[in-house]
């Protein structure tokens, strides 16, 4: 598993890999939105009808949320709350933490319910936490090979100064 | 920590704007929110009570151009000051790439400058942490106030580590992107040594 402090690193390959899980859990549970935020309110990836949707900010205040419960549940004695639900009018978000990392987001209305999320989530969030792994052991094996040069490693101050201008 | 994403080839870093009650730390996101062009920001979110004084966190991300080719994305996050929402602060550290510690520089709110100052080691230590190698830069904000704490003073007394520096008075926006431009420089080279 990915450690809490370790930088998270995504390449092509496992994003693909991603991104069809999640349209296919977006397909099977009948559900509008779907996205995957890293635990620190980075938004990793996200399908549906995302267009009207500030993705950035659902990540952060999602990540937030998640922090949130986590504590709520350490001062009573729990790890965590691996789910979530928060029921609306119309709209219904399913939070789940895959991985002990990731957080999986889903946005459904009434042409879908709770119980097929559920059990959709269950089982894309077992092939998802599978990818993780792989991913988590690619980036330690690419930061151990000695040929492999970070893409950051010839950054000067110029480039840093032009951020700015 | 950072988030490297090769696919979209984008940086993602987090940054964490620390220090006691009504030291500016709003005011500061509030002013970069103001002065930066529409494509390059996101909406500011605020988790503020009725007489906004912050809550939970303010968050407000930014889009600062490409660096070799990566889109580089900066997330700033403010905690709440007060001293009773210990947990929600150390909640807001996890995974920061760099901190700036505003201070405040009225001669009244010394101590509570100090005792910020402890309270953030104290939370990076508990997050893993180490407040030693951490990018950090510390703001010495409301210098156009009559009653401030000589500079030399708040040095000696704050930045132990010597870390970068800079005057500041968030609400006419002098020294705000200094400080942002100067933790910016630190997680950037950071970054580049692999961190």
Redesign the interface.
């Known amino acids: 598993m990915i450690g ?9 390959e ?3 890999q991603i991104v069809v899980l999640l349209e296919k859990l977006l397909q099977e549970s009948n559900s509008k939105v779907i996205f995957l935020v ?5 938004l ?1 990836a996200a399908s549906g009808e995302t267009a009207n949707l ?1 993705t ?2 659902l990540a ?2 999602t990540a ?1 949320n998640i ?2 419960t ?2 709520l549940a350490k001062l009573i004695g729990e790890k965590e709350f691996s789910i979530l639900f928060h029921e609306g009018e119309k709209d219904n978000i399913h939070i789940s933490i895959v991985g002990g990392r990731v957080i999986l987001v889903v946005i459904f209305d009434e042409r879908s319910s709770l119980g097929l999320v559920r059990l959709r989530v269950k089982k894309t969030s077992m092939e998802l936490a599978s990818v993780f792994e792989e991913l988590a052991f690619r980036s330690e094996q690419e ?1 151990k090979s000695a040929d492999s040069v ?6 000067t ?1 110029d ?2 100064d ?3 201008n | 920590m950072s988030f490297i994403n090769y696919a979209s080839r984008e940086i993602n870093c987090k940054i964490v704007y620390y220090g006691p009650g009504l030291c500016g730390k709003t005011t500061n996101l509030q002013y970069i929110f103001n002065k930066t062009a529409e494509e390059s920001k996101g909406k500011m979110i605020s988790l503020a009570t009725e007489t906004e004084r912050t809550l939970f966190f303010d968050f407000l991300p930014l889009a600062l151009g490409d660096i070799r080719g990566f889109k580089t994305r900066f997330h700033l996050y403010t905690v709440p000051g007060q001293v009773f929402y210990d947990a929600s602060r150390k909640l807001i550290l996890k995974g920061v790439d760099g901190v700036v510690f505003v201070a405040d520089s009225q001669e009244e709110r010394l101590d509570a400058n100090i005792e910020s100052l402890e309270n953030l080691k104290d939370n990076l230590d508990e997050q893993g942490f180490d407040i030693e190698k951490i990018p950090f830069v510390i703001q010495y904000n409301k210098r156009d106030l009559p009653n401030v704490t000589p500079l030399d003073e708040l040095s000696r007394l704050l930045n132990e580590r010597k870390v970068p520096e800079l005057e500041a008075s968030a609400m006419t926006g002098e020294g705000v992107f200094e400080t942002l431009k100067a933790v910016a420089k630190l997680v950037l080279n950071d970054l580049k040594k692999g961190g």
């Open positions: 809490p402090q370790s930088s998270l690193v995504m390449y092509e496992e994003y693909q890293d635990k620190n309110g980075q990793i500030d950035t900010s952060s205040l937030g922090a949130a986590g504590g930061s970070s893409p950051f490693a010839e950054i101050d480039d840093i032009n951020l700015f």
